[in-house]
């Protein structure tokens, strides 16, 4: 996106926003740092999403510049923004870095971020965040009871929401399948790397969910990730009690997710330290 045409899209947003706060949602991914204005209310995007490829090594300065870089696009003018992290979360404090350089671990990620762009940042684990936008806006809305998203990529994520509420960074996707951790062996990179056709994949992603659904009788699982947009060549091959749905917001689901976070932490008060969104306030609703 241009400078000018940024600024040309910033005068629509606000047009549209009038006085309700303007929320920025950031998304780091493995390839790419995205992110955009997001409309709270409707869970749409106020403006076209702007992309930068995630720095390599992906240390803690590199990726902290690399999203004041897609921040920079949208000219200051929004008043919170929620990032979104490839690992564990707690209190604004990174606890994992599996996908990302290993100086995360531990790091201060919330007050990185938000000493860096000048304002108020939540920051939430990336399946979390595309699960709190489809509970709120997409395949989960109005949808009452245990629900969980599971986003089949290079890995297994999880996220899982009792009545509307998240309960944040479970890790569902390492849970031990016959002897393995079931991502190495039902995640979608396992059936590209392995060559697997989509009914040997499937069977493999049904012995999964039935596993999932044995420890939790969940009333409802969303599917997500890239391979939900091919939903219809093998969701239709798995035999389960649970009901399933694949994803709708898709690409733009983190955004959204996060942004929709940083909204709620920042209309209620931190709970001794807690940000609401760990602290049981409803994301949906």
Do not use: C
């Amino acid at each position: 996106m241009s400078g000018l045409r940024g600024k040309q899209r910033m005068h629509t947003w606000h047009l549209k926003t009038g006085n309700k706060m303007a929320i920025l949602g950031i998304d780091i991914g493995g390839s790419g740092v995205k992110g955009a204005p997001v409309d709270t209310a409707a869970g749409e995007l106020l403006a076209e999403r702007h992309r930068v490829p995630t720095p390599q090594p992906s240390d803690v300065t590199s990726v902290v510049e690399a999203v004041a870089e897609v921040a920079a696009q949208f000219d200051g003018g929004f008043d919170r923004v929620g990032i979104t992290f490839p690992g564990v979360v707690v209190d604004g404090v990174t606890r994992s870095a599996a996908n990302v350089d290993k100086s995360w671990l531990d790091a201060p990620a919330a007050r990185l971020f938000s000493d860096r762009l000048g304002k108020p940042v939540s920051v939430l684990n990336d399946a979390d965040a595309a699960g709190v936008a489809e509970v709120a806006y997409g395949a989960g809305r109005d949808q009452s009871g245990l629900i969980m998203m599971l986003t089949f990529g290079t890995g297994i994520g999880s996220a899982l929401f009792l009545d509307g509420t998240l309960i944040p960074n479970t890790e569902f996707g390492h849970l031990e399948l016959d002897g393995h951790d079931a991502e190495s062996k039902a995640a979608d990179r396992a059936r590209e790397q392995e060559d697997l056709s989509w009914e040997k994949w499937a069977h493999r992603v049904r012995n999964y969910l039935a596993h999932v659904e044995m420890l939790l009788s969940p009333r409802l699982f969303i599917i997500g990730g890239g391979v939900s947009k091919k939903a219809d060549r093998w969701l239709p091959l798995i035999d389960i009690r649970t009901p399933m749905v694949p994803a709708t917001l898709l690409n733009n689901a983190g955004i959204i997710g996060a942004a929709r976070i940083a909204e709620i932490d920042g209309r209620a008060p931190d709970r001794d330290g807690v940000a609401p969104h760990e602290a049981g306030e409803r994301v949906a609703g």
